[in-house]
């Protein structure tokens, strides 16, 4: 059984909008993707390291430990043999403390590939492959979320763009979750469970190109 690493926040553990409640495993994306894959018989087991407020490489002066880069490294290497890391970060790059661009979001985006590529794994083991999935934009915040995300849409527009170059100059997959998914409408950041579905089922062909 081959075992991928989905690496997120609270967009991938299925933090459900206006709450503090969670999707049960296959409403969320990464089951979604599991069940899929596994329906398609690739025999996969999905691990999920997705931590609500979750940054690329930037601390959260509220919350300990929402830097993406401390710790990552332990990770692969604790979950080794990987078959693939899917990163889907960034959104949390945006939060109003942060005064970040879609540009400097993409250079934390590569110290996490890097990080990864660089795991002191056991000798013989592969490096793993790397898709990168770019989160939808979030739109203006709403309710709880609002004074958290105050003029993110603006900071993050051309997220996709750069997520995809940086991608591509470090060897690894992209896929645009903008492209097929929307921020809820309730608060402005995170997936409903409909959205959650639409993600998990398109990313079930992505992954299935890279695992052949």
């Not at 990080?115 to 989160?135: F, K």
């Not at 739109?139 to 991608?167: H, N, Q, S, T």
Request: aromatic fraction near 8%; proline fraction near 6%.
């Amino acid at each position: 059984m081959r075992q991928i690493l989905v690496y997120g926040d609270s967009l991938s553990w299925g933090l459900i909008p206006t709450t503090r409640k969670r999707l049960v495993f296959e409403e969320r994306w990464p089951g979604v993707l599991e069940i899929g894959l596994n329906s398609a018989e690739y025999h996969v087991r999905v691990v999920e390291d997705c931590l609500n407020g979750r940054r690329t490489v930037w601390d959260d002066p509220f919350k300990p430990g929402r830097n993406g880069s401390q710790g990552l490294a332990q990770r692969i290497e604790s979950l080794s043999p990987l078959s693939l890391v899917i990163i889907m970060l960034g959104t949390n790059d945006f939060q109003s403390m942060h005064q970040n661009t879609a540009w400097l979001s993409s250079q934390g985006l590569a110290v996490i590939i890097n990080t990864i590529r660089q795991a002191p794994i056991e000798p013989g083991m592969q490096i793993p492959p790397i898709l990168v999935v770019s989160p939808p934009e979030p739109c203006a915040a709403k309710g709880m979320m609002a004074p958290k995300f105050i003029g993110c849409e603006e900071r993050c527009a051309g997220l996709a763009d750069a997520y995809k170059e940086v991608a591509a100059a470090n060897g690894c997959h992209f896929f645009d979750a903008d492209s097929v998914v929307t921020a809820s409408e309730y608060d402005g950041v995170h997936l409903d469970a409909d959205q959650h579905l639409i993600l998990g089922w398109e990313l079930v062909g992505a992954v299935s190109s890279i695992l052949k």
